[in-house]
């Protein structure tokens, strides 16, 4: 028996390959299924089934194209309904894989088919969990996502509380625990770094694990502070549901090379977001005027998603030259499949060719020190960055909701704008010059760097409340 976790960082995500006896079952793949597919081949194994925890909301699953080139079954947990061909198994249904089982597990309360799967080895011991977004380390799945009808998130939550008590915990200490996520997901909101854990771990570390817990507190604080869900959730959830195109049709769509004429003819035509997703260094130095900038060596996926939101807009690409397939199979997995072209030799032709050009004016620290004096200063760290310290007077603008703060910066304010360490900052810049508002500092190295600063020293509070 061979189990390897397939951990993607820049969505947080674990996808995992078993194998036994030449038989294979993928859990949760990503959308580009083709290293699956020569993994088994390099272990002379078939890939026998597909199992999914979840209708997956934050990203593209690879299910119906890895069903489609080798002929596996996709499975799915009770409740699910779906557009292609799957099994909807049952409740404590059993499924062999060479010598060993995969037993699913009915786990409502993240969604309603959300299920967690069992594995027993080939001596009939519980070895691992696979479990989704049910149980993360650290955390549980977020419960407000699969609202529908009369269900509301307190009942979601109290679906939950009884799967974890009564499936999950009951399991021995000893049981593996594999999760479908990690920090920095968006689909809980204390998960652990680490990606692999325990049954007896958890019930001694997750707060929502307590044994003294009752189920009314379990819903009050599973459901307290939740943030808003990104606006490109439920799209995904209807592709992972109803199927969408072969992420070869995407790709060949996409890596479509333009000429500065082509590019910005494309662009006129279609009303294409200019997306440029090279570092906000360069981005600071010159870019297309009213391009949104959000670099692709960053939390560029969930970024995408959570601002850009419109999983049909159409897209123009200014990419590193070399890595445009990259962009647009990392775009794929969120759902933005509508790439319709690049720009070929990348900003470089674009200014060679005499075309307009924007520039964002970025500092350092040292030099904001200097001159901040009263300037208005925006923060677009989240929520608990912001509330832990931050600069004396500085208004909260959150990156994840910058839209409703356009209000606040205003075309004839002198506004400095930070975040924890230059990415972040960069992204807000380019959405508020795109609609117009110039009058920005970019702070380069961003908290991380102002906090060595005098600044640090006299403006700085560490209040309890705000």
């Known amino acids: 028996m061979n189990i390897e976790q397939i951990y993607t960082g820049c969505l947080a995500q674990g996808a995992y390959y078993i194998e036994s ?7 949760d793949p990503l959308r580009e299924v083709q290293p699956y597919i020569d993994r088994a081949n390099s272990d002379n194994a078939k890939i026998k089934y597909i199992f999914e925890t979840h209708f997956h909301a934050d990203f593209v699953s690879g299910h119906v194209t890895l069903a489609k080139k080798t002929g596996a079954n996709i499975v799915f947990g009770p409740n699910a309904k779906t557009s292609f061909d799957a099994i909807t198994a049952t409740d404590n249904q059993e499924f062999k894989l060479g010598n060993i089982t995969i037993k699913v597990l009915h786990t409502p309360g993240h969604t309603m088919e959300s299920s967690t799967f069992l594995l027993i080895d080939a001596n009939g011991k519980n070895h691992a969990i696979f479990s989704g977004d049910t149980l993360f380390l650290g955390d549980v799945g977020r419960p407000d ?37 990690g920090a920095g997901s968006a689909c809980g909101k204390n998960m652990s770094k680490e990606t692999v854990g325990s049954i007896g771990d958890q019930k001694s570390t997750n707060y929502a694990l307590r044994a003294d817990m009752t189920k009314d507190e379990f819903i009050n604080e599973v459901t307290d502070g939740l943030m808003p869900a990104p606006k490109y959730f439920p799209a995904n ?7 969408y195109d072969d992420i070869d049709a995407v790709i060949k769509r996409g890596t ?11 662009a006129n035509d279609t009303g294409a977001l200019i997306l440029d997703v090279r570092h906000q260094n360069n981005f600071v130095l010159g870019h297309i005027p009213k391009s949104i900038f959000i670099g692709i060596d960053g939390g560029f996926a969930p970024w995408v998603g959570a601002l850009i939101g419109d ?49 964002l004016r970025s500092i350092s620290a040292e030099e904001f020190a200097t001159e901040k ?32 703060y356009l209000d606040t910066y205003k075309s004839d304010d002198n506004i400095y704008i930070h975040c924890a360490g230059g990415y972040r900052s960069v992204i807000a810049a380019s959405i508020l010059k795109s609609r117009g508002i110039h009058n920005l500092t970019d702070v380069k190295g961003g908290f991380g760097a102002i906090k060595k600063t005098d600044i640090a020293l006299t403006d700085f509070v560490c209040p309890t409340t705000l």
């Open 256 to 266: 479509q090379g333009l000429s500065p004429a082509e590019f910005e003819e494309k």
């Open 237 to 243: 959830v209807k592709m992972n549901k109803e199927g």
């Open 311 to 359: 999983v049909k807009q159409p897209i123009l690409l200014v990419a590193p030259e070399g890595r445009e397939t990259e962009v647009i199979t990392r775009l794929s997995r969120v759902g933005f499949d509508n790439t319709i072209g690049y720009l070929k030799g990348s900003f470089d032709a674009w200014k060679n060719d005499g075309r307009d050009t924007d520039t």
């Open 21 to 27: 006896n030449g038989e294979v079952a993928i859990i």
């Open 373 to 404: 004096g009263d300037a208005k200063v925006c923060d677009v760290r989240k929520d608990g960055e912001y509330s832990s310290t931050h600069i004396e007077n500085a208004i909260h603008t959150p990156l994840s909701a910058i839209n409703d």
């Open 145 to 181: 996502l699969a609202q529908k009808g009369d269900i509301t998130e307190r009942d979601l939550a109290g679906y939950l509380f009884d799967s974890l008590r009564t499936k999950i915990m009951t399991l021995a200490d000893d049981v593996i625990v594999y999760p479908a996520h």
